[in-house]
């Protein structure tokens, strides 16, 4: 591959990449270590963590941190939050974007629609916030409802509800403007993948009688599975780290904290635990890459 | 063409063109409800949905006009101005009550003894009397001369916005009413640039995000080359290693550097959020660019070599022209990223505000201030947006590098 004539000494080549490994080193190798060293000592980084525990009380030593972060009630809601993202939110945005990308194939006006389904990329968490905050508002008193969705239900007669705040719809309400915001995402990848599929083996396919149904579920998903692998665990880690639209949202409020956001809440007041939950973070992470190298060594391997 | 196989063509599709309309409609909907309200004024905003814009749930605005006649009209009149000095349809007189209930508490009071409405009398129970009365003040609060959906049109959210307006009117109206207050200049330029609005962060923006781009472009261009076509020792698990940094996410990173700039001194710079974007970047953006510097053919090289070139002279003349879509998309994917970022603004550069944190900022707890929050938010989306419009092939570009497998 590389031209034999072009040999030339290290020193070169060390030049080249000095500056992007000088800021590499700096401003990700060195934290990542401190911030586990971080991990275990005390709220102001000073003391071993082991004296921030308290008489008579559990305590894991040095691990004081990790202990809070595992088991706090905070966190126990967070991490359970975290989980019911990945099992509800993440199938259905992988399910949305492939619909979508399947069937805005067939339409004249394709870019358009798959535009307008994308576009959410393009606002700011925080932005997006504001919008569905705006969705979800609710009117207390007999004051008209101004938030689309309470006037919807007002109009038919309904109750307002409180989106926000409502422990046993909020989650949902988050979850449908992560839907929103990154079915647009899946749907570019998927379809770019589904386009790529070749046009021969479905025609055969249609050909010897084949419905649509069948032609989707039966040949084009199994050809474009290890896509739909990627980007559902391109989700997984995306939710894991789920931030801005809590934060902006409820600010974990009402039961809907997650991890990332206890991290944020807690960077000053008490950084030992902060982050200690930055490395639970990235442990949780750890199982998704393991399993992305493994397929990506996998279709290395079939090549 | 047969008549019906053409209707038959069409009719099979519709289940089809449906489902991606109503799709597509549903993602649409949030955002134009956010734009829709930037331009309506503030009152409006918090006194009616804005698809009452459309027309749509007007009903209740109408329904007020038989309360009205019951209640209201036997001394104000049809038109609000029976009684001498007072005109009930005015802007002043709205004014005195942002809510139903204000209204409902004033007219509670009597008037030279006797109550104020008294032919009917309101019932005694509040929420039986606010039943009628929300109506009557929503009549009385859309109902204007000339009533159509460029009466109430303004611009004044976004000014409110740009110059992080915080009193109880609007920037423009208290610039015309009271030119002598002191806490805004009413002059265009050192207003628009005030610390606390949209427009100062739009600059601090801007400031950020164009280093935050460049810089890491080019380092990655450079490493990028030397990992594809300069040969070393243990360039294969170097890049391997770089590349495999991705994983890290921005949370196990930020503490200590913010800890490393507050003992550099450099906390609350530019330099240092510059810095740590470029840092945080670069494992894409070398895997991004090393692939496709290395997908060019070699030839190029070899004569360049052949005719005397030297590496340096190449990168600049072969590698780094040929790389141009590999560096629009990357340029574009950073671009909209850092621009959109709050977590990173936030905590390393709180004073000098960027475009997310400043929406934070301005939010009300009190829920009361809708109308700047809607101008904010759009202003922060423009130009992100454009960019995305204009240049959706690099962005998708950028993003399918990593992506299609199989």
Not at chain 2, 152 to 166: H, I, P, Q
Request: charged share 15%; aromatic share 14%; hydrophobic share 50%.
């Amino acid at each position: 591959m590389l031209p034999k004539i072009m040999k030339q000494g290290f020193w070169t080549a060390f030049l080249y990449i000095l500056p992007a490994l000088l800021i590499i080193i700096l401003f990700i190798v060195y934290p990542s270590f401190n911030t586990i060293r971080l991990s275990f000592l005390d709220e102001r980084g000073e003391q071993p963590a082991y004296t921030t525990c308290r008489e008579g009380g559990e305590c894991w030593g040095i691990f004081e941190n990790y202990r809070y972060a595992l088991t706090n009630p905070d966190m126990r809601i967070a991490l359970r939050n975290n989980a019911l993202w990945i099992l509800l939110m993440v199938p259905f945005t992988v399910i949305m974007g492939l619909l979508i990308a399947q069937l805005a194939d067939k339409v004249k006006y394709e870019p358009v629609a798959k535009a307008l389904i994308f576009m959410p990329v393009s606002i700011s968490f925080i932005g997006a916030g504001v919008i569905w905050r705006f969705v979800y508002h609710i009117q207390t008193g007999d004051n008209p409802q101004i938030g689309l969705l309470n006037g919807i239900l007002v109009a038919f007669n309904q109750d307002p509800v409180a989106w926000m705040s409502n422990r046993s719809v909020n989650n949902y309400a988050l979850m449908v403007v992560g839907v929103w915001l990154w079915a647009g995402f899946c749907m570019t990848i998927l379809s770019a993948a589904l386009k790529g599929v070749s046009k021969e083996v479905l025609e055969a396919a249609r050909v010897d009688g084949a419905n649509e149904f069948q032609v989707f579920f039966r040949i084009m998903l199994p050809i474009i599975f290890p896509t739909v692998l990627v980007v559902t665990t391109t989700m997984v880690i995306n939710i894991l780290k789920i931030f801005d639209i809590v934060f902006v949202m409820t600010n974990g409020n009402f039961g809907t904290e997650v991890i990332a956001n206890r991290m944020f809440q807690l960077i000053v007041t008490n950084t030992g635990r902060s982050m200690a939950i930055a490395v639970v973070l990235v442990i949780l992470t750890i199982p998704v890459m393991i399993f992305n190298v493994y397929r990506f060594r996998k279709q290395e391997q079939e090549r | 063409m047969k008549p019906f196989s053409r209707l038959n063509k069409i009719f099979k599709k519709l289940p089809v063109n449906l489902a991606i309309i109503i799709m597509c409609v549903m993602w649409v909907i949030p955002t134009l409800g956010l734009f829709v309200t930037s331009f309506r004024d503030r009152r409006e905003v918090r006194n009616s949905g804005w698809w009452t814009v459309f027309g749509i749930g007007v009903e209740e605005v109408e329904s007020g006009v038989e309360p009205y006649q019951e209640y209201c009209a036997s001394c104000h009149g049809d038109d609000g101005r029976g009684v001498e000095g007072v005109d009930l349809f005015s802007e002043e007189t709205i004014q005195n009550y942002p809510r139903a209930n204000r209204l409902f508490i004033y007219l509670r009071e009597p008037i030279e003894g006797e109550p104020h409405v008294r032919d009917p009398q309101l019932p005694e129970n509040p929420s039986d009397a606010l039943e009628i009365i929300n109506p009557i003040y929503n009549y009385l609060t859309e109902v204007e001369e000339e009533k159509g959906w460029l009466n109430r049109f303004s611009f004044s959210n976004y000014a409110d916005a740009l110059v992080g307006y915080k009193g109880t009117e609007t920037y423009l109206q208290d610039c015309q009413e009271n030119p002598d207050q002191t806490r805004y200049d009413c002059n265009v330029l050192s207003d628009l640039t005030k610390p606390g609005g949209m427009g100062r962060a739009f600059i601090n923006t801007l400031l950020v995000t164009i280093p935050a781009t460049l810089l890491p472009i080019l380092f990655a261009a450079f490493a990028a080359y030397a990992f594809a076509w300069l040969d070393f020792k243990g360039r294969q698990w170097l890049f391997a290693i770089l590349v495999g940094l991705q994983i890290i996410p921005l949370q196990m990173t930020l503490v200590p550097i913010a800890r490393l700039y507050v003992s550099l001194g450099m906390q609350d710079t530019f330099l240092g959020i510059w810095l740590f974007h470029t840092g945080f970047g670069l494992p894409y953006a070398i895997y991004l660019m090393r692939n496709f510097i290395g997908s060019l053919p070699k030839e190029l090289f070899e004569s360049a070599y052949i005719d005397g070139a030297s590496h340096w002279s190449s990168f600049w003349k072969i590698a780094l022209p040929l790389a141009t879509p590999a560096i629009a998309s990357l340029g574009i994917f950073q671009f909209i990223w850092v621009w959109n970022d709050f977590l990173v603004a936030t905590i390393f550069l709180p004073t000098s505000p960027v475009l997310t944190v400043q929406i934070t900022n301005l939010i009300d707890p009190r829920g009361q201030n809708w109308h700047i929050l809607t101008g904010a938010a759009f202003l922060s989306f423009i130009v992100p947006m454009a960019v995305f419009f204009g240049f959706q092939r690099y962005f998708v570009r950028g993003m399918l590098a990593g992506s299609i497998k199989g």
